[in-house]
């Protein structure tokens, strides 16, 4: 059974820094390509970011670009988001996503990011 577990979210003040992780299982991690969306009140859910399966390449969305960095760990089945320099519109729940080379598509529980002072 395949499992995203995310952790690392909470309240923050604006200008401040958190780190999410989403540990997976049930899976060949090295073969999906991982993503962090986000979903604010009201909104539609959103990319932030990207990386392929083998951690060379990476996408942002461009209000994030610059402030957070994703990264993975295929030896420990974990991606992470490092999320630098936070604002108030940061203030999302943050989805894990795994997409593999076959067309599956797995989604962690999310995560609630609140950036206010």
């Known amino acids: 059974q395949v499992q995203l577990v995310e952790s690392g979210g909470g309240l923050v003040q604006p200008g401040g820094s958190l780190r999410l992780s989403c540990a997976a299982s049930?899976?060949?991690?090295?073969?999906?390509?991982m993503s962090w969306y986000r979903q604010a009140p009201g909104k539609e859910r959103e990319l932030v970011a990207a990386i392929e399966s083998t951690g060379g390449r990476t996408n942002y969305a461009d209000s994030v670009k610059g402030r957070f960095t994703i990264s993975r760990d295929n030896y420990k089945n974990t991606v992470y988001l490092q999320m630098n320099s936070l604002k108030p519109e940061d203030t999302a729940v943050y989805y894990c996503?795994?997409?593999?080379?076959?067309?599956?598509?797995?989604w962690g529980q999310g995560t609630q990011v609140t950036v206010s002072s």
């Open positions: 996503n795994a997409h593999g080379p076959v067309g599956s598509d797995y």
């Open positions: 049930g899976l060949g991690f090295s073969w999906y390509r």
